[in-house]
């Protein structure tokens, strides 16, 4: 299967750790770049940095710039960094409101409740990565 690279942006060490733990559990050839902070994330994706990222799992509630905030600079990009990238919306809050708001964003591929588990991961990959097992 060929190496995803993920990218976990969370201000949480502790989610940041579980999820790491799942991901490594589905695929242990992932790449996992952790930012503590969208901001950080944010200047990581504008600079083109390598390795770009297929996959992120953007957290709603973080302090400075929260999950919405990122998702309305993050659509601002160039589409050339944005192109081949998706974004999963791993939340504490299932509030319904939540849920709606995040179906308004085309860039976003996904929302799923924390845990990150074995199961929710394998059914992203099923999803979404499908095609890359079968090139191989």
Same mark, same amino acid.
């Given at each position: 299967?060929?190496?995803? !690279?993920?990218?976990? *942006?969370?201000?949480?060490?502790? %989610? ?10 589905? #695929? +242990? ?26 996959? !992120?799992?953007?957290? *709603?509630?973080?302090?400075?710039? %929260? ?10 990009? #160039? +589409?050339?960094l944005r192109i081949g990238l998706m974004i999963v919306m791993l ?46």
């Amino acid at each position: 299967m060929q190496k995803k !690279i993920i990218m976990i *942006i969370d201000d949480n060490p502790h %989610d940041n750790f579980f999820t790491k733990r799942v991901i490594k559990q589905n #695929d +242990a050839d992932d790449i996992i770049i952790t930012m503590e902070s969208a901001v950080l994330a944010l200047e990581y994706l504008e600079a083109g940095t390598v390795p770009k990222p297929d996959l !992120i799992f953007l957290d *709603i509630y973080m302090p400075v710039m %929260d999950g919405w905030e990122f998702l309305d600079r993050y659509c601002k990009l #160039d +589409a050339d960094l944005r192109i081949g990238l998706m974004i999963v919306m791993l939340a504490t809050s299932g509030d319904p409101a939540h849920v709606q708001r995040a179906k308004t964003w085309d860039c976003i591929s996904e929302y799923i409740m924390k845990p990150l588990t074995i199961e929710k991961m394998e059914g992203l990959s099923d999803k979404y990565f499908v095609a890359s097992r079968e090139v191989l």
